[in-house]
């Protein structure tokens, strides 16, 4: 096939080249120039729009299909929609691949696995340690993009699987497989044609250690849906996560267990996470929630002297930025001074927790290790922290209260502005850090 007509687009500032350059010539940016297609138009599929007032709209209804995992059917708001692309990103060794071969199998319908970065007897091999059947999963090892959408048009499956996209490459650009280009227009093109043929797709990214998706956050706009696989390597717990989703709601988790065949759901991760919780200075359990089904998580933090070097601050599972703000203040507000210690956090369970619901939890935790004294057992704590040492409201303050009382605790300490009263279980509100210091150490 000869080669398309390409230009290059800076990704900056929208200059455009028919040469690739280093440094844009318009705004002074290095490697930005991305190689396009010239006739790429805007996204093709056009029908005739109605305009109507927003009351006459009504809901479309989707037909769901199962991945075959509940609670991943629940996370994505009820299963897969025809047509729709997700993105499952992760770092390499997390699970992806593992836990496709599993929904290739349990999916209704013919599956079309496409591996770039797996021979067939390499995939054979695991799923056969997976017990897999596989009668009707056709296993196609192939980078070239152009051979894939024939064999998807000749094969007709119903599930379409991509692992992963940073191998496969298209023949009409001249870039290689896993640049921004390739990536780009490959997703755009499979995204093309499982709209076109409402048949749902997932395709894995793979993600480097600095948190990108390789090849990067560009493919995001494109697909309907990103999950975020996340956990430790060396651990068995698996999560994931959506991160975006056109048909759901996003911060919706599900949770797995990587066993000796393959990933299993974990029906209750509030009883998983904080199973292991001991009873030690500088352990707080807070409720989790980004999406609408609340995770009790154990928050841990050590405080010691840095008796020899600078202070460090280490976090596993929680945004380091946040923990240096949360230490300031601690300091002005609370009079707790770490400033010759080293402060590590840790959100047990390989989880990890973005929102800043989890400030007051933090700073407990830290209050309470470097005090030695530990955080009565039945109690779990919720609240944002602002910067004079106030705690703030924070969303489904009752979704959090009812899973820690469904799992025995008997208090909750939450933000003083949340007037939340649930029976069988005491809440106490609180309106600054001090407060909550006082309170419980
Ligand atoms: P894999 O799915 O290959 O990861 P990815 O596609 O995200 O790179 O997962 C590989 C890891 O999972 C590997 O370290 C071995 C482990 N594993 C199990 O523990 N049990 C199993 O049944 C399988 C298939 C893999
Ligand atoms: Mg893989």
């Known amino acids: 096939m000869a080669k398309e007509r390409v230009k290059y687009v800076c990704q900056s500032c929208g200059y455009q080249s028919v040469k690739w350059k280093g440094r844009c010539p318009s705004c002074g940016e290095w490697n930005t120039l991305v190689e396009e297609l010239v006739e790429r138009g805007a996204f093709s599929v056009r029908t005739e729009s109605r305009v ?28 897969l929609v025809p047509g729709q692309v997700v993105l499952i990103a992760g770092e390499p060794g997390i699970g992806k691949s593992t836990l496709l071969l599993q929904v290739s199998e349990r999916f209704e319908g013919k599956v079309l696995y496409v591996s770039g970065e797996e021979s067939g007897s390499q995939i054979a091999l695991r799923g056969r340690r997976l017990g897999l059947s596989g009668k009707d999963i056709l296993l196609y090892p192939e980078t070239l993009f152009e051979r894939v959408l024939e064999v998807l048009e000749r094969e007709g499956p119903d599930l379409l699987i991509v692992d992963s996209i940073q191998t496969l490459y298209s023949e009409r650009l001249e ?36 948190g990108a998706i390789a090849g990067p956050k ?58 292991e919780k001991v009873s030690a200075p500088g352990s707080v359990v807070f409720p989790y929630t980004e999406g609408s089904k609340p995770i009790l998580v154990e928050i841990q933090a050590l405080v010691l002297p840095a008796l020899y070097t600078t202070p460090q601050r280490r976090t596993q599972g929680f945004d380091v930025n946040r923990l240096s703000l949360l230490l300031a203040i601690l300091e002005k507000e609370a009079n707790v001074f770490t400033k010759d210690s080293d402060v590590f956090v840790n ?58 009382k469904r799992f025995g605790f008997k208090k909750a300490v939450i933000p003083s502005s949340q007037d939340i009263e649930i029976e069988g279980i005491e809440t106490v509100p609180v309106s600054t850090l001090k407060e909550a210091v006082e309170l419980l150490l």
């Open 52 to 79: 109507l007032p927003l009351s006459e709209w009504e809901e479309e209804s989707f037909e769901r299909l199962s991945t075959g995992f509940s609670n991943l059917d629940l996370a994505l708001g009820g299963g």
């Open 218 to 275: 560009v493919l995001e706009h494109i697909v309907d849906t990103v999950l975020q696989f996340e956990g430790e390597r060396f651990n068995f717990y698996r999560i994931v996560k959506v991160v975006k989703n056109r048909f759901g709601s996003t911060g919706e988790v599900a949770v797995f267990r990587m066993t000796d065949s393959g990933l299993e759901e974990v029906p209750e991760p509030s009883a998983f996470f904080i199973s």
């Open 347 to 404: 959100v047990a369970g390989g989880i990890s927790v973005r929102e800043p619901a989890a400030d007051l939890a933090v700073a407990l935790a830290i209050v309470s290790s470097k005090k030695e004294k530990p955080v009565p057992e039945d109690v779990i704590v919720f609240g944002e922290l602002g910067l004079a040492g106030e705690v703030r409201a924070v969303h489904f303050g009752e979704q959090r209260i009812m899973e820690a």
């Open 175 to 210: 870039s290689s497989a896993g640049s921004v280009s390739q990536v780009r227009e490959v997703t755009f093109r499979i995204t093309e044609v499982c709209k076109e043929r409402g048949i749902p797709c997932f395709i894995v990214g793979q993600i480097t250690k600095e």
